[in-house]
């Protein structure tokens, strides 16, 4: 896990180890997200409304952390099975796709340069890793579970790392569709605080039981705040 040659907050590169877990092919769409909000009622996010950002097959943006862990909740009442935000540490073994020294989550190069989109393509667009996972650049920032802190990766625990336990940003991966280079090394690391919502933040979900720790998301969303 991280980059030597990467932004600070990505050092030391270290190893760690994660239990068992599941996380989407693909970063919940905009049409996923739509079965949530007519079953419960939950205010759309500001964006749903643009036809920009509209089509069902969209990862679903404008959604804040807090709105992540709602749905997750809801998904996990729905079917039963916890289902919950990855962890950054997750979130970064499965999109390494069974490779440890690669830039990006597919290999080595990146696709053919581009500037910035109008929004978001269709999920499924990017190049696949090796463990068929798609869309972990050139997307959206996905959000984690984690607090972020800058030398977390030299304070964490090596088994189930879950970052400090308080702070003012949540982490987030991956790269997004309206940067000038959306190609973001696997390593790369972002944030912000918990209730901003962007058009070009989403989210993918993990199934399994969440690792122990200090902090782990409150049944009440609002308690996050």
């Known amino acids: 896990m991280g980059w030597e040659h990467g932004l600070p907050d990505a050092r030391p590169r270290r190893r760690i180890w994660v239990d068992a877990f ?36 969209q990862p679903v943006v404008g959604v804040s952390w807090i709105d992540a862990i709602a749905f997750c909740h809801w998904l996990t009442r729905e079917t039963g099975q916890p289902h919950r935000l990855p962890t950054e540490a997750e979130w970064e073994r499965a999109a390494r796709g069974g490779m440890t020294d690669a830039r990006y989550a597919w290999g080595d190069q990146a696709p053919p340069a581009r500037g910035p989109l109008p929004a978001p393509g269709l999920v499924g667009a990017g190049p696949p890793n090796g463990f068929g996972l798609t869309d972990l650049a050139g997307a959206v920032h996905e959000w984690c579970l984690d607090w972020y802190a800058e030398d977390a990766y030299a304070r964490a625990a090596v088994r189930n790392p879950l970052g400090p336990p308080a702070g003012t940003r949540r982490v987030s991966r991956g790269g997004a569709w309206r940067h000038h280079d959306p190609w973001s090394p696997v390593a790369h690391r972002s944030s912000l605080p918990p209730q901003l919502a962007h058009s070009d933040y989403g989210f993918r979900v993990a199934r399994g039981a969440q690792p122990a720790s200090h902090d782990d998301p409150p049944d009440d969303p609002e308690a996050a705040r």
């Open 22 to 57: 599941a996380l989407g092919q693909c970063p919940v769409t905009t049409g996923e997200y739509g079965v949530y909000l007519r079953a419960t009622g939950t205010t759309p996010p500001r964006f749903l409304a643009d036809p920009r950002f509209s089509d069902p097959q």
